[in-house]
Nanobody, 113 residues
Framework: QVRLVESGGGSVQPGGSLRLSCAASGFTFSSTIMRWYRQAPGMGRELVAHITRAGGVATYARSVEGRFTISRDNTKNMVYLQMNNLKPEDTAVYYC??????WGQGTQVTVSS
């Protein structure tokens, strides 16, 4: 069965950085488009970034473009989200997603002073 396990969340001050990781198993990772979503309390789930199967193309939500970078390592079945210059509005639970079908458990990111 598919497993997606996020890690790397935490509490940081505005302007700080975090690197989220997602460990994938149970499917052919290299054939799968991967995405990061986030959800703040009382809000819908928002697409943050996506990356193509070979990692050659990435897209970002307007709100994070220039600050976040998605990457993947198909040898290790890992996808990452490097988050720089974090803002309070980035506070949310971040979820790893595979093919818009499978989800991880989420990891909390809190940005506050």
């Amino acid at each position: 069965q598919v497993r997606l396990v996020e890690s790397g969340g935490g509490s940081v001050q505005p302007g700080g950085s975090l690197r989220l990781s997602c460990a994938a198993s149970g499917f052919t990772f290299s054939s799968t488009i991967m995405r990061w979503y986030r959800q703040a309390p009382g809000m819908g789930r928002e697409l943050v970034a996506h990356i193509t199967r070979a990692g050659g193309v990435a897209t970002y939500a307007r709100s994070v473009e220039g600050r976040f970078t998605i990457s993947r390592d198909n040898t290790k079945n890992m996808v990452y989200l490097q988050m720089n210059n974090l803002k309070p509005e980035d506070t949310a639970v971040y979820y790893c997603n595979a093919n818009m079908t499978d989800w991880g458990q989420g990891t909390q990111v809190t940005v506050s002073s």
